[in-house]
Structures are given as C-alpha cells and as structure tokens.
C-alpha cells in the first residue's frame, strides 16, 4: 500500500495542482477541505466533484465556529466587501484571516496522526508571501519545528511550491496535463467567475503568462 | 486600561489558578473554554459560572466537529473507556487527543490577534510531560518560535506552571487564596467526582502534597 498523505484541498487552482503532484508520486491522498464560512461554497462543490472523479478519500470539516474568535475578514465577514484589484494593494490585507494557516494545519497535522500520514502537503506559494505573513517559507518552517515534537508521530508539513508563483504553479500543471476547468478561485461565489477580486486577478495572470486563456467563464466576457 | 490577554480556560484546577494569575498580574483575561466533545459538559458549567461570578469576559467554542478528524481518544470517543490510574501508566496514553495543544492554542493565537491581545496563557504543566508530547517546554517554545511569524501581529503563549507540578500550581493558588471548589477535573462527568480516572488521582496528590482535603464531593466516601 502507498504512503497516506493529508492534501489540504480548497477547490482552487493552487491545492488541486498540490493534491494532483501527490497523486503522481504514488502517494495516496487524503483531500481534507476546511468550510471555515466562506461567502460562497462552489469552491467546495468543485473540492467535492473533483474528489469523487478521482476516487480520492475526502472530508469537509465545518469549523465556522471558529469565526465567532476570528472574525473581521471580508473573507468570512459579509458585511466587509471583498476588496478587488491586485493582491499587493493595501486593501487586501482585508482578506487576511487571523491566524488562519496555522489553524488550519494544526487540524490536518491531527488528522495525519489519527490516519498515521506522516506528511501534510499544501500549496502556500510566493505570490502570498507578501500580504499573508502565514504563506511564506519561515512560516513553514517554524510550523515544522513544531510538528515535529507536538505528538508521539513527527508529521511534516511539505510545501511544494512554497517558491514558486501562481503561474510557476500553473506551469507545473499544464505539463502534468491537468484540466483547470475543474477548479474555482473567485471570492465572489456566483455562476461565473468575477475577474475582478485579487483571486480571479492573480488567475488570470498565471494564465496569461503561460500564454494560455483560462478555461472557466467569467462575467462580461 | 489594562492589557488583554486570552486564557485557555477549562474549567479545571491548572486554567482556574491561571485565570487567577492573570487578573493578580493586572491583566484583563479573556477566557476561552473549548467544547471540543468531552464526555461531559460539567467542566464547561463550572468554568462559566466563575467567569460570570468575576465578571470575566468569557468564550465557549464549539468545536467538536474536529471530532471527525482526530478521533480515537478516550476523551472524546465514548466508545473507549476512560482508563483508571496514574497518568503514568501506559494505559493513559488513550486519553492522547492527535495535535490536541497545537489546535486550541492555535485558535487562542487567532483570537488574541482579533482582540489585539499579546498573550495566550495557558495551563501546561511538568506532570503531564511524560504523556502528553504537547504538555513539554520544548513544544511552548516551538510554539512560540511560530507564534512570532505568523500574524503581522506577535503573539506569546506563556505558561506560568510549565515547570511545576500540580501540588505547585495548587500551593500557588491557595497562596492567593482561591477556593478550589469551583474548578472540575473528574473525567467523567457524573454529579461527584469519580476519584479514581487519571485526573482525580493526580487531583487528589496535589491536595495531598500540600496537606489538605479537596474541597469538591467524590463518590464512596
């Protein structure tokens, strides 16, 4: 039997490439999606549909409670507006959630152990790194330092695309010959795809400078 | 005003004489219970009467889905019988919660940032150290190395008892002059305390030590 690995999976672009890469190393994956009340839930839909297509094991853990300590993002707040334009604007710092890739790995660390997976693969990236200060690569390291005396089993947390940018990330995909139809990034959870958020932004670059259209549909296109 | 900091309240002996520290040291505690599916709600009871009487500003967070994660504790599962005896014994690794510290602290980390709070305390102490890997120094300090990185905002997690017993915790508290029949350590969680799982044994010493008589009711005597 192949090693088990824990995939923290959003539906996005970033973990589906993360969950794909842990596939063709012969890991098996279990996707583990955190609904931490998120505006919209198609990211999950999409998180759901693509796991069942692979017959990958799944979960999706409801941890909104937590929003009743960390509130005040407008990624969990509706009452805050998702700010558009370029993720290294000022404005959004706004979609910072406090403390959120910590919380959410300590909870995929605990699964690993309660599976016996040894690692927890997720997809922070460079293009993060400025404006959210828990996707950068001391971050990940300290995480690991922890991870490594927090529990009877060492779990490790691997990153790997911790150096890379969203369209480095992309790149990797295309040539494994992935489908990114199958993956939603919008804030806004509408029928089609705003264009506008930081997201759909950040996605459009990566596809323009691998020279490609992105697959999915986008409203006033 | 004075300082806000978070308590990781249980409504146990270590959290209360905690709770009890940070108001001597002229902090303004917010406490936070954690409802993460214990067998029994008494603690939680407990802990909100004494916030409510000291007019503490307190939390109780539900966070039991995490169950389907990490499940396979005693404490959590009621299918596993809660082991009686000393915490030494091998039989009270079964009340090992997978990654148990790393998640609640986590969460306090996420509330201290939105409170704007620098301090989570916390009531880790030596004799859990030989069965829980995430009760030892080692692991406050990996903690805290990740704690400084993760949020524009550093947080520390302090431990005031992370190098003494429970006899000292309770020598500490009596010192202040608190009254331990407002805290609740029994496992389970019928109306007397059982006086013989784990923690009514390492409850009972820590009287013991100190040559008094715990004030709470056990059953058969």
Chains 1, 2 share one sequence.
């Not at 998702?82 to 300590?106: C, D």
């Not at 293009?127 to 390291?141: A, L, M, Q, T």
């Not at 950040?202 to 490609?212: D, M, S, V």
Request: charged content about 20%; proline content about 3%; some cysteine.
């Amino acid at each position: 039997m192949s090693k088990k690995v824990v995939v923290i999976y959003s539906g996005g672009m970033d973990s589906f490439t993360v969950l794909h890469k842990a596939m063709q190393q012969g890991l098996t994956p279990y996707a583990l999606t955190f609904d931490y009340g998120q505006r919209h839930i198609k990211e999950i839909e999409v998180a759901r549909e693509v796991c069942e297509e692979l017959g990958v094991h799944h979960k999706v853990i409801d941890i909104s409670a937590i929003n009743q300590l960390i509130g005040g993002s407008s990624l969990t707040d509706s009452s805050i507006d998702v700010a558009q334009g370029h993720y290294q604007q000022e404005s959004m710092k706004s979609t910072v959630v406090p403390n959120r890739n910590m919380i959410l790995l300590s909870l995929a660390i605990g699964y690993a152990v309660s599976l016996g997976a040894e690692q927890v693969y997720y997809g922070a990236h460079s293009g993060d790194h400025e404006i959210y200060p828990d996707c950068r690569p001391i971050f990940v390291e300290k995480m690991n330092d922890v991870a490594a005396v927090a529990n009877y089993e060492k779990v490790e947390i691997f990153s790997p695309y911790l150096n890379n940018n969203k369209s480095g990330i992309l790149k990797d995909g295309l040539a494994m010959g992935l489908d990114y139809s199958k993956t939603w990034t919008c804030y806004n959870g509408r029928e089609k795809a705003c264009g506008k958020c930081g997201s759909c932004v950040e996605r459009l670059e990566a596809f323009a400078a691998n020279g490609l259209k992105d697959p999915i549909a986008y409203e006033d296109t």
